[in-house]
């Protein structure tokens, strides 16, 4: 099945041309003026823009927390990317524990703890709707964990996650953390890191606690902003001395975009990533009725905090925007209709009368493109070519997947989206098929939006028509990635 999508205009990271682009099959066959059809299906793009499908590389998707689960699953967490111009997602890998192990297979034959956690991923990633891939969590370390690292990347996993924060449950010791970065290193991986100060926070939670205080808005008072600062210097620092890369995920405060450009300016290979909810909400959003709905960790911060991470953008010191798309119900009591059928995933309301039990999270995987477009792009904070560095092509290259993805280049994959730039729409819960009962971006007025998203050649969103199916997204393998 050929498509020649003619006339448009594309945008890549470095450059914006109008151009023919011809899909023959999965993959990008022709880019260039004036294509002949031959027997190609002809889609008139001549008022549109043409970008690679987005690269998310920060997703938690049918992930357990707490009593409940995320409550979109790899079925309609991408599905919901898709209609927001998303076609390759990554999420997470928890470690499981050495019980589950053992329990589920023979004490022979045991797979290791990495190859094992895989596994149980991959059988729930079997309904994906777009392209995927995995990050794995490093959320134990022992000599026999230090050994068995290495083993991912013959499962085409590059990338570690840590913590400094999430005592007792994720956190690693910074001697872990750093052995951890040197075995990274000689095997061509990448770090991940979550910088929080977790003995901070554990000492400032029991406090809040033991005074009475149960709101949503001590979530963030018990997670400073000083924490995620001096935490990011230190896994910069850190990553220096083993010589080895780092990238920060979800950067929230405008002290660590500082801290990224200090330890960049002196050569650590530190990479950064941050998020549209820190660019648009504040902690004064949790002290709504509706607080715990912006709950997610680390905390939404204050406008100064929104302004510096937009400079960082400008002007190049940050690398990515994921979405730490994490998606709960705001009330689990009461079902939505998902695909014609009631759903209820207990949510937000678990916290209701204490804040460390509201489940951590927000959506955001289809608000990503159409969000940052009208905020970012129209109001002149990056540029178009910005946009796809930042939504696709950085993400590709720094793991591994360009130019597979994130690329309008012939022999690409034909993940492409007909942008129309021009579009408006009266955002929120009734264009979003996030499998949640509520949109933070509800009654936004967007300008720009996808209006066709092909994945490998075959359109799996038309407007407002699903297309795509269950089960047809594809796990990608990633080889060793680019530091930019
Ligand atoms: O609140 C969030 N972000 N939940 C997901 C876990 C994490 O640390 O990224
Ligand atoms: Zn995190
Ligand atoms: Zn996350």
């Given at each position: 099945m050929s498509i020649l999508i003619r006339g448009g205009t594309l945008v890549t990271a470095s450059e914006t041309f109008k151009s023919d682009i011809l899909l023959e099959g999965e993959k990008i066959a022709r880019i260039g003026l004036d294509l002949e059809p031959g027997s190609a299906q002809v889609i008139d793009a001549s008022e549109r823009l043409i970008l690679p499908g987005g690269v998310d590389p920060h997703v938690h998707?049918?992930?357990?927390?707490?009593?409940?689960?995320?409550?979109?699953?790899?079925?309609?967490?991408?599905?919901?990317?898709?209609?927001?111009?998303?076609?390759?997602?990554?999420?997470?890998?928890?470690?499981?524990?050495?019980?589950?192990?053992?329990?589920?297979?023979?004490?022979?034959?045991?797979?290791?703890?990495?190859?094992?956690?895989?596994?149980?991923?991959?059988?729930?990633a079997e309904k994906a709707a777009i392209d995927y891939s995995f990050h794995m969590n490093l959320t134990r370390f022992d000599e026999?964990?230090?050994?068995?690292?290495?083993?991912?990347?013959?499962?085409?996993?590059?990338?570690?996650?840590?913590?400094?924060?999430?005592?007792?449950?994720?956190?690693?010791?910074?001697?872990?953390?750093?052995?951890?970065?040197?075995?990274?290193?000689?095997?061509?991986?990448?770090?991940?890191?979550?910088?929080?100060?977790?003995d901070v926070i554990e000492a400032l939670v029991a406090d809040a606690l033991a005074a009475g205080h149960s709101e949503p808005k001590y979530?963030?008072?018990t997670r400073p902003a000083w924490g995620a600062v001096e935490a990011t210097l230190r896994m910069a620092a850190m990553a220096g001395q083993a010589d080895s890369p780092v990238y920060i995920v979800h950067m929230n405060a405008g002290g660590e975009v500082d801290m990224l450009q200090y330890a960049r300016q002196r050569g650590v290979k530190v990479m950064g990533e941050t998020c549209p909810q820190y660019l648009f909400f504040t902690e004064d959003?949790?002290?709504?009725?509706?607080?715990?709905?912006?709950?997610?960790?680390?905390?939404?911060?204050?406008?100064?905090?929104?302004?510096?991470?937009?400079?960082?953008?400008?002007?190049?010191?940050?690398?990515?925007?994921?979405?730490?798309h994490c998606p709960f119900f705001s009330d689990g009591s009461r079902p939505i209709v998902y695909e014609g059928s009631e759903v209820a995933i207990p949510g937000k309301e678990l916290g209701k009368h204490d804040f460390t039990k509201?489940?951590?999270?927000?959506?955001?995987?289809?608000?990503?493109?159409?969000?940052?477009?009208?905020?970012?792009?129209?109001?002149?904070?990056?540029?178009?070519?910005?946009?796809?560095?930042?939504?696709?092509?950085?993400?590709?290259?720094?793991?591994?997947?360009?130019?597979?993805?994130?690329?309008?280049?012939?022999?690409?994959?034909?993940?492409?989206?007909?942008?129309?730039?021009?579009?408006?729409?009266?955002?929120?819960?009734?264009?979003?098929?996030?499998?949640?009962?509520?949109?933070?971006?509800?009654?936004?007025?967007?300008?720009?939006?996808?209006?066709?998203?092909?994945?490998?050649?075959?359109?799996?969103?038309?407007?407002?028509?699903?297309?795509?199916?269950?089960?047809?997204?594809?796990f990608l393998k990633r080889s060793e990635g680019e530091l930019l």
């Amino acid at each position: 099945m050929s498509i020649l999508i003619r006339g448009g205009t594309l945008v890549t990271a470095s450059e914006t041309f109008k151009s023919d682009i011809l899909l023959e099959g999965e993959k990008i066959a022709r880019i260039g003026l004036d294509l002949e059809p031959g027997s190609a299906q002809v889609i008139d793009a001549s008022e549109r823009l043409i970008l690679p499908g987005g690269v998310d590389p920060h997703v938690h998707l049918d992930l357990p927390m707490f009593d409940t689960v995320s409550s979109d699953d790899h079925y309609s967490g991408h599905k919901a990317a898709a209609f927001g111009g998303t076609t390759t997602a990554m999420d997470f890998v928890p470690m499981a524990s050495a019980l589950s192990r053992e329990s589920e297979t023979s004490a022979v034959e045991a797979p290791g703890i990495f190859q094992h956690s895989v596994d149980l991923w991959m059988k729930k990633a079997e309904k994906a709707a777009i392209d995927y891939s995995f990050h794995m969590n490093l959320t134990r370390f022992d000599e026999t964990i230090a050994k068995e690292i290495p083993s991912l990347m013959k499962m085409g996993i590059q990338t570690l996650k840590v913590f400094t924060a999430y005592n007792g449950r994720l956190r690693l010791d910074d001697g872990s953390i750093f052995r951890a970065l040197r075995i990274a290193r000689e095997n061509g991986m990448l770090m991940m890191a979550h910088c929080e100060n977790g003995d901070v926070i554990e000492a400032l939670v029991a406090d809040a606690l033991a005074a009475g205080h149960s709101e949503p808005k001590y979530h963030a008072l018990t997670r400073p902003a000083w924490g995620a600062v001096e935490a990011t210097l230190r896994m910069a620092a850190m990553a220096g001395q083993a010589d080895s890369p780092v990238y920060i995920v979800h950067m929230n405060a405008g002290g660590e975009v500082d801290m990224l450009q200090y330890a960049r300016q002196r050569g650590v290979k530190v990479m950064g990533e941050t998020c549209p909810q820190y660019l648009f909400f504040t902690e004064d959003d949790l002290s709504r009725p509706d607080g715990a709905r912006w709950i997610c960790s680390p905390p939404v911060r204050t406008e100064a905090d929104n302004a510096r991470l937009w400079e960082g953008l400008s002007s190049g010191v940050l690398q990515t925007i994921g979405t730490d798309h994490c998606p709960f119900f705001s009330d689990g009591s009461r079902p939505i209709v998902y695909e014609g059928s009631e759903v209820a995933i207990p949510g937000k309301e678990l916290g209701k009368h204490d804040f460390t039990k509201i489940p951590n999270g927000l959506p955001g995987i289809q608000d990503r493109m159409p969000v940052l477009w009208t905020k970012g792009v129209n109001s002149g904070k990056i540029t178009p070519n910005q946009f796809v560095a930042y939504m696709s092509t950085n993400p590709a290259r720094i793991f591994g997947l360009y130019p597979r993805k994130g690329a309008l280049l012939e022999a690409s994959d034909a993940d492409i989206v007909i942008w129309d730039a021009g579009k408006k729409v009266k955002y929120g819960l009734a264009h979003s098929h996030q499998r949640t009962d509520y949109n933070l971006y509800e009654g936004w007025e967007l300008t720009g939006y996808p209006e066709k998203v092909f994945l490998r050649g075959s359109l799996i969103v038309d407007g407002e028509q699903w297309l795509g199916k269950r089960g047809a997204g594809q796990f990608l393998k990633r080889s060793e990635g680019e530091l930019l």
